[in-house]
């Protein structure tokens, strides 16, 4: 069985953006260690010379003219913002 | 007349072309519907105003003689659907208070056939469930009820399928990433599509798993869906990966006429521990299929065990990536900071106080098996499964088998809250006949078959060769009209 110790746990919640509380860290790695060994059943296939799939239906990706289509929404895209202020979206302090 | 609400799209769109019933008629009474059946749980962003608004548009439509087959019908929208100026948080807290500015492309085309948006469907949070119990708004309940406890329509489209089965709207919109039309169709005795990957724009759906997630309808009849399905499909230049081709007529496809047609049954999908009740409905409907000329053929899709694992890799790690945009600035919630917080700090509360446990489990999944180190034993790895799980169809479709007949679901629908202990693997088993369908991007749909010795229904699922869904939903009706299932839930809500 897959085992993710608590600080692989703690990797991989950082990693993801997620503050996960140090008690629920146990619980959330034998979750994971879980879902990791159900997964290993993949191990067993015999994967010689296969290419990864990237496309599910073969098709050519369109192409089209590299030009501005669109634009003058400033109002629209800000409009569902937590904090906007003066046409920017607004964050925490960033640079010191 | 009364009961306006239990028609079917094909009856109503007759009886508002003769003039017989309007759509105002119409979607009164499904509004009426939708406030008695409030214990369902199935829609939670109702759009009263607008729906009589758009019927009454619907109606003078009509009487001008411009009245395509969608025209005047009411219908309910999945929450994972973008639709402007009314709330689409894909059952989200971090989507709360989110009002798009603009249509997804799908429900688009939807209102601008005409049908008329009654409100917004109860789903599991980002698509990401098996028993709508992992939606901010609380779980949805299934109308079919054969004792005390309440059950489950099914995930991800619970509310779709729970809201159609108790003829709260004509039809309802789903999507399907690893079975989330099909399960909760089965569960509810409904019919839901899942198009061929590519037939249904994208644009303007929340993402979950962009290679696996497409569009479809969930109605009350075979016939509906190819109704509706139709008023769904076609090119999108906004999603690359929308398929340029031709929308065929799919509603006079039903011919009724399946003779020659070659029918294939999986050998690997005869599981262990497969309750008696669905393999003899498996076999029943097999039986229907040759009384009506086809030739049944047993086949081999080897790969078929290995589709769960590698779903559970590949759905989690578009997802944690389609999910990286939720971060408090944009859009939907975020979190109250303290004094010194800084932007990491933004992010990292306001996506756990945002997402759920069963979101926030899979984006930590898929960041683990896309993190260094671990990309090619797991990613890359599932990546070329899902390349032999797609061979295994073609070579099935190359010896020419033109449909293929499999249980929807592994059980009937079970009872909220009975998953709560199982580890997480256990609810993924809900989609082990329905995720090989989306991996190999091919169309698939369920539809009720019969009654399990409880009462509940029970459903089948077809599997056509890509881009076929008219010879697809040909053989759908053949056996819909074979099976006679005409069960209806009880009312007790």
């Known amino acids: 069985m897959s085992e993710i110790d608590l600080e692989s746990a703690r990797k991989v919640a950082h990693l993801a953006r997620i503050a996960v509380p140090e008690e629920n860290l146990p619980a959330l790695a034998q979750e994971l260690s879980q879902i990791l060994t159900f997964m290993e059943a993949l191990n067993s296939v015999d994967v010689d010379g296969v290419e990864p799939m990237t496309s599910v239906t073969p098709m050519r990706l369109k192409r089209r003219h590299d030009q501005v289509t669109d634009g003058d929404v400033q109002a629209k895209i800000l409009s569902n913002a937590p904090d906007a202020r003066e046409g920017f979206f607004a964050v925490p302090k960033v640079v010191e | 007349m009364s009961d306006l609400n239990k028609l079917t799209i094909a009856k109503a769109r007759d009886l508002l072309r003769a003039g017989e019933v309007t759509s105002v008629e119409l979607t009164e009474a499904c509004l009426a519907a939708i406030n008695e059946g409030r214990a369902l749980n199935a829609f939670v962003h109702d759009t009263p105003e607008l729906a009589l608004d758009r019927a009454g548009a619907a109606d003078a439509r009509i009487q001008s003689g411009d009245a395509p087959a969608m025209c005047g019908i009411p219908i309910g929208i999945k929450d994972l659907f973008c639709t402007e100026g009314v709330a689409s948080q894909a059952a989200s807290r971090i989507l709360e208070g989110f009002k798009p500015e603009y249509e997804s492309q799908v429900s688009a085309q939807l209102r601008d056939a005409g049908a008329v948006m009654l409100g917004k469907l109860n789903m599991d949070e980002f698509a990401m469930g098996s028993s709508n119990e992992t939606s901010v708004y ?57 198009p061929t990957y590519g037939r249904c724009s994208r644009w303007g759906i929340v993402a979950f798993a962009s ?23 076609g090119h999108d230049p906004k999603d690359s990966t929308s398929a340029d081709l031709p929308v065929p007529d799919f509603e006079s496809m039903l011919t009724g006429d399946i003779r020659g047609q070659k029918i294939g049954i999986p050998r690997e999908y005869r599981m262990d521990g497969m309750p008696d009740e669905i393999d003899a409905l498996w076999a029943k409907g097999a039986e229907m299929l040759r009384d009506a000329g086809a030739e049944i053929v047993d086949i081999s899709l080897p ?129 082990v006949f329905t995720v090989t369908v989306n991996l190999a991007g091919l169309p698939g749909i369920a539809l009720p078959a019969g009654l399990d010795a409880k009462g509940l229904p029970l459903g089948l699922q077809l599997i056509g060769r890509p881009w076929e869904e008219g010879a697809l939903l040909r053989t759908a009706h053949v056996l819909e009209d074979a099976s006679g299932f005409v069960s209806k839930p009880e009312k007790w809500w």
């Not at chain 2, 399907?176 to 409904?190: H, L, V």
């Not at chain 2, 790969?303 to 779903?311: D, E, G, K, S, V």
């Open chain 2, 138 to 194: 609380g779980n949805v309940v299934n109308p079919w009820k054969v004792d005390d406890r309440q059950l489950t329509p099914g995930g991800s489209s619970g509310g779709s399928a729970a809201a159609v089965a108790a003829d709260l709207c004509l039809a309802a919109t789903g999507t399907d990433t690893g079975g989330s039309i099909r399960q909760p169709a089965a569960f509810t005795g409904t019919v839901g599509i899942k």
């Open chain 2, 211 to 233: 290679s696996l997630d497409q569009a479809g309808p969930m109605t009350k009849t075979v016939r509906d869906a190819a109704i509706m399905l139709e008023a769904m499909c």
């Open chain 2, 303 to 431: 790969h078929t065990q290995y589709a769960l694992p590698a779903y559970y890799v590949i759905a989690p790690a578009e997802a944690s990536s389609n999910l990286a945009r939720y971060d408090g600035v944009r859009y939907g919630h975020r979190a109250k900071l303290e004094a010194g917080d800084g932007i990491t700090q933004m992010y990292e509360k306001t996506r756990a106080e945002g997402f759920g446990a069963e979101v926030q489990r899979r984006v930590m999944i898929g960041t683990y098996v896309l993190s260094a180190g671990f990309y090619d034993a797991y990613y890359n790895r599932a990546r070329k499964v899902r390349t032999l799980i797609k061979r295994d169809f073609e070579e099935a479709f190359a010896r020419g088998i033109d449909c293929i007949l499999t249980p929807a679901t592994p059980s009937a629908a079970f009872g909220l809250g009975e998953m709560a202990e199982a580890d997480p693997v256990q609810m993924y088993l809900n989609d």
